[in-house]
């Protein structure tokens, strides 16, 4: 068993890129988030950038909502590939 599953410490590499992949874009939407603030305090109110500011900002505010599930995906894939690497395959030796 500890053979089969010595060439699988790969897979928690996947697991570890992906983490770093939703920290980085967590931190680039919160950065985001506080420039288009920044923006939308310093136009005229009522004005048509500020409202495509406004616009911006509310597409942007579904982008988090996603992660979990990004999250929650990309650990099955992850686990599935361990588990079907190590069931066999039904070949049989002669």
């Known amino acids: 068993m500890r053979s089969i599953l010595k060439d699988k410490k790969g897979q928690l590499g996947?697991?570890?890129?992906?983490?770093?992949a939703l920290v980085v874009i967590g931190i680039?939407?919160?950065?985001?988030?506080?420039?288009m603030e920044e923006f939308y305090d310093q136009m005229d109110s009522g004005s048509e950038a500020q409202d495509?500011?406004?616009e911006t900002i509310v597409?942007?505010?579904k982008i988090p909502t996603w992660l979990s599930i990004i999250v929650i995906v990309a650990i099955v894939g992850i686990l599935l590939t361990i588990v079907f690497?190590?069931?066999?395959?039904?070949?049989?030796?002669?």
């Open 59 to 61: 597409a942007m505010a």
């Open 52 to 54: 495509a500011v406004n």
């Open 28 to 35: 680039v939407l919160g950065i985001g988030f506080v420039v």
């Open 85 to 94: 690497s190590v069931l066999p395959t039904g070949r049989t030796t002669v």
């Open 14 to 20: 996947n697991l570890q890129s992906i983490i770093i």
